[in-house]
């Protein structure tokens, strides 16, 4: 196999398994029997439209779709990271606390005055703290669940195929 067809076969089994998490009730590995269906249809149309547009990309082997895919998987790891990885292991406070919420605004698009992180972890006690994890659970903190470990072990994997097959062209 390629690694033209690793990378893409990695994702589409990302795109996969991120639209059925979202969209299908796997409690309690996911938490979606606690989403509005308003958030499963943006979520689920917002990432499909995204991760399509790279594999498209992907699939056309060059020009401007496959630089969008060598970019958009790099930042949806690092949005990931943000949602989910720095308030488990901090809280940012200060300073720090006012640029961490602009990032976190731009990866949950909340874009609401005042404190997004608070915000994320009251979706994230409605929407998660139900879910299976295999981390040690922290009262009132974000602590990425299952599902979303798995997530990101998937887009960290596409990311580093992406990126081969991309400076391989």
């Not at 989403?35 to 992907?58: F, S």
């Not at 969008?68 to 790099?74: E, K, L, R, T």
């Not at 990032?103 to 994320?120: E, I, K, N, Q, V």
């Amino acid at each position: 196999m390629n690694l033209h067809l690793i990378a893409l076969a990695c994702q589409v089994a990302l795109l996969v398994y991120h639209q059925v998490t979202t969209l299908v009730d796997l409690h309690p590995f996911n938490g979606v029997r606690h989403y509005q269906r308003r958030e499963k249809v943006i979520e689920a149309g917002v990432n499909a439209a995204l991760m399509g547009t790279a594999i498209a990309g992907t699939v056309i082997g060059s020009g401007w779709m496959l630089g969008f895919a060598a970019v958009y998987y790099p930042v949806l790891f690092l949005m990931e990271i943000v949602i989910w990885w720095v308030p488990y292991f901090t809280q940012p406070a200060g300073k720090l606390r006012a640029v961490y919420n602009v990032g976190l605004a731009l990866g949950t698009s909340d874009f609401s005055s005042g404190d997004t992180l608070s915000r994320w972890v009251a979706i994230y006690q409605r929407t998660h703290a139900s879910t299976l994890t295999p981390l040690p659970r922290r009262a009132g903190l974000v602590v990425p669940n299952l599902e979303h470990i798995i997530l990101h072990a998937g887009t960290a994997l596409v990311v580093t195929v992406t990126l081969l097959y991309y400076f391989s062209k």
